[in-house]
């Protein structure tokens, strides 16, 4: 079935850097991905979407300086956490859909995100 | 606007018992619904979805759930849990039209297997 891989899986740094997130798309065309932010026992809450080619929509409260979301290829988006706090630590999640749309989207593994 | 609830935050169930993970949505648009699985530090996999068709849908695991309209709800079932199906459940919906469209989450049930 259709695979989206996304890296690093696990990321310990210091306040004050930045730090990427790439989501890939491995067997299939990802026109759209979307970004989602998960804390500790609470559901996915949706922060972008993205999709290949032009700017990502942000949702309501995401600050677009501060999650910069490039998405230049059909198969991967990447997500930039600027100048990262330690509220910025959480579990972010990725999921691409592919260019029919007609089945759910993929999600990726995760990717936890702690800053000290 | 969409929006899901999970009316309970967390199931605790002993193995091999049944089990109902309960789900209602409100929507002004006909809706896609899935249920997801999250297992720890892990992404979500998709346990089943109905986007048309027959109410009663299979989906992995032995799990399924049944679309009831008139009570805008999805509950997911199963008729004998195992200790390896711990792990949080998410109902979702999007719009009705495009599967890969934006999905609305409920806030998740935590399925506690125990022996």
């Known amino acids: 079935g259709a695979v989206v891989s996304q890296h690093p899986s696990w990321v310990i740094c210091k306040s004050g850097t930045s730090v990427k997130i790439e989501c890939r798309s491995l067997?299939?065309?990802?026109?759209?991905m979307f970004w989602y932010r998960q804390f500790p026992k609470q559901s996915l809450m949706l922060m972008a979407t993205s999709n290949e080619g032009s700017k990502a929509t942000y949702e309501q409260g995401v600050e677009k300086d501060k999650f910069l979301i490039n998405h230049a290829s059909l198969t991967l988006s990447t997500l930039t956490v600027t100048s990262a706090h330690p509220e910025d630590s959480s579990f972010y999640i990725c999921s691409a859909r592919d260019r029919a749309g007609n089945q759910p989207q993929h999600f990726g593994d995760g990717t936890r995100l702690s800053i000290l | 606007a969409q929006s899901v609830t999970q009316l309970d935050s967390q199931v605790p169930v002993f193995e091999e018992a049944p089990v109902e993970l309960r789900c209602n949505y409100s929507s002004s648009v006909s809706v896609y619904l899935f249920w997801y699985v999250q297992y720890p530090n892990q992404g979500l996999q998709l346990l089943l979805k109905y986007l048309s068709g027959s109410t009663l849908v299979k989906g992995i695991n032995g799990f399924e759930a049944e679309f009831n309209k008139s009570q805008t709800s999805f509950h997911l079932r199963k008729p004998s849990v195992h200790i390896s199906d711990t792990a949080e459940y998410f109902c979702a919906v999007s719009d009705e039209g495009n599967a890969g469209n934006m999905l609305t989450f409920g806030g998740g049930t935590r399925l506690m297997v125990k022996p």
């Open positions: 067997d299939f065309q990802a026109t759209t």
